[in-house]
């Protein structure tokens, strides 16, 4: 492999302060493909000096904006001139198929190509002042050292989300990627070294959440976390961050529902239903894990399902005809295995899968069959909480009421969709959904133009679009009064 497999602390690609190191697992077959350096407390406060050093020299924030997002934009070059190498280590770390990894590429360059061009933008704002002879402006500068976490499911999509805005406007970073899929970020690293930024200015350390993660979370240098995963992770953080009031973006869990309404196109719902839920083995935040389907067309469209997830191919990712590839990790596999026998004891009906595969060909993987379940209420967990697999739940509804209702009854607010052919319904129907994002007649479609982030538990903030970025910016108010006078009140 033709990757340093080191942190990059300080303009330095180094090895962990205790030695300790990690192996990295495939999920296909549990092969070791790399062994990293397993970073704790020592290193990120080693990341956190350097970043804050770097932020208060002012040597990177007072880069004017124009060449800061000249940068910006060469790391999207550099994503697209090695992207056949980073889609191969993104699918040898994940187990999904190359071809999503390909696709997830074009998205990262994508992402930092747009806050590239957005760096520059943003020139401050006059504001009309209530004094005569004065100046009133608002600009943005950026928040300081930024602390960002990252899931295993979607690792270099993710990571940038957080690392090009809060490079286009200015912060310095260290990023913690998780764990078990850390390749291309340590990738991404040596492509933003190349690109060239001041030394401190980006970070990278590698370890454990209870560790690394922890650190950033607590340390009082660091002025505002980034964190994408789980819900309990997101309130561990919320907790320790509040040592120094740190600014928070939290991007966590899903239970989305997807609506189909009986005037919906029937063959694209189904389509649509299955991507929405299966692409990735289920291992998507915004996965439509909760079907909300009417009454009149249940026992047809779910018929539809069984067929299509019958002839699944699934395999290994760099098989041209696998369509989904196997979940993370053994301890994944199990937590999926648990939520399944949670669903029969409750009562739903497995309409397809409940178990792994029986082709001894993945046998070494962590492979799960797609998996439908019927009768489902929404009292039950596997309607509640996210299993994170390739499992989809079936709800029935008579009325619109119902389907907002149903649609609506969960702590999580990340996403959700609506099939009918009636758009007068659906934007009644969307107006009353609770949640970051809603498609109608689509699903599971992002891009960096427009916001994505969760109501309720699913998070707080937003990444992508403006938004995206005015996380990385602190607000500032300057007023100048230009005819000063005294105020005689003392
Ligand atoms: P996770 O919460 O277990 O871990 C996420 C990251 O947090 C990892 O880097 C981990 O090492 C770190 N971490 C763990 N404990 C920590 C602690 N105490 N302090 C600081 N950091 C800690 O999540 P996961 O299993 O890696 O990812 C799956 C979850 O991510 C799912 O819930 C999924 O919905 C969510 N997710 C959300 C989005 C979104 O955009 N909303 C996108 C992708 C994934």
């Known amino acids: 492999m033709n990757l340093k497999l080191q942190q990059y602390i300080n303009g330095n690609w180094v090895n962990a302060i205790s030695g300790n190191t990690r192996e990295i697992i495939n999920p296909f077959n549990q092969e070791i493909i790399a062994t990293v350096p397993e970073g704790d407390e020592s290193d990120t406060r080693a990341a956190i000096a350097a970043a804050r050093k770097a932020f208060d020299s002012g040597e990177w924030a007072s880069v004017p904006a124009i060449e800061r997002g000249t940068v910006v934009r060469k790391i999207a070059d550099l994503i697209e001139r090695d992207k056949q190498e980073l889609a191969h280590l993104e699918s040898l770390d994940t187990g999904k198929t190359l ?25 401050g704002e006059l504001v009309n002042s209530p004094v005569s002879n004065s100046i009133s402006k608002v600009v943005h ?8 976490i990252t899931p295993w499911n979607y690792p270099l999509l993710q990571a ?9 406007t200015g912060n310095t970073l260290i990023m913690k990627p998780s764990e078990i899929t850390p390749l291309t970020t340590i990738k991404v690293f040596e492509l933003m070294e190349e690109a060239g930024f001041p030394a401190g200015v980006v970070n990278l350390v590698l370890g454990a959440g209870d560790t690394v993660g922890a650190e950033l979370a607590n340390n009082t240098d660091v002025d505002l976390i980034s964190f994408t995963g789980g819900v309990a992770t997101g309130k561990k953080i919320m907790q320790a961050a509040s040592v120094n009031v740190k600014k928070l973006a939290l991007e966590l869990g899903g239970k989305n529902p997807n609506i189909v309404f009986a005037d919906a196109d029937f063959e694209i719902a189904v389509d649509q239903a299955l991507n929405g839920v299966f692409f990735h083995a289920g291992q998507i935040c915004s996965a439509g894990t909760r079907l909300i389907v009417e009454e009149s067309i249940h026992d047809e469209f779910v018929k539809a399902l069984v067929e299509r997830v019958k002839k699944f191919k699934l395999g290994s990712g ?3 005809d696998t369509q989904m590839g196997p979940l993370i990790s053994a301890e994944h596999l199990a937590k999926v295995e648990k939520y399944v026998e949670a669903g029969m004891e409750e009562g739903a009906t497995i309409a397809a899968g409940g178990k792994r595969p029986e082709d001894p060909e993945l046998k070494k993987g962590f492979f799960y069959l797609p998996t439908i379940f019927t009768d489902c209420t929404t009292d039950m967990r596997i309607v509640q909480e996210e299993a994170f697999g390739p499992i ?13 209702k149903l649609a609506n009854d969960s702590i999580y607010g990340l996403a959700g969709g ?12 969307v107006a009353k959904m609770r949640m970051g994002t809603v498609w109608i007649n689509d699903f599971n479609l992002y891009f960096p133009h427009a916001p994505w982030g969760g109501f309720k538990q699913s998070g707080i903030g937003r990444e992508l679009g403006r938004l995206g970025m005015e996380e990385y910016t602190e607000t500032k108010h300057i007023f100048q009064n230009l005819n000063p006078k005294p105020i005689n009140w003392f």
């Open 318 to 320: 760099f098989d041209d």
């Open 392 to 404: 989809i739940t079936v709800e029935k509804f008579r009325t619109e009421e119902e389907a907002v």
């Open 99 to 123: 071809q999503e990894s390909l696709g997830d590429m074009d998205d990262i360059a994508d992402v930092f190509r747009y806050y590239g061009e957005l760096a520059d933008k943003d020139g």
């Open 141 to 148: 500068e950026p928040v300081g050292v930024c602390g960002q």
């Open 160 to 168: 940038s989300w957080k690392l090009a805005p809060a490079l286009a």
């Open 418 to 429: 609506v099939w009918t052919t009636d758009s007068a319904k659906a934007e009644r129907c």
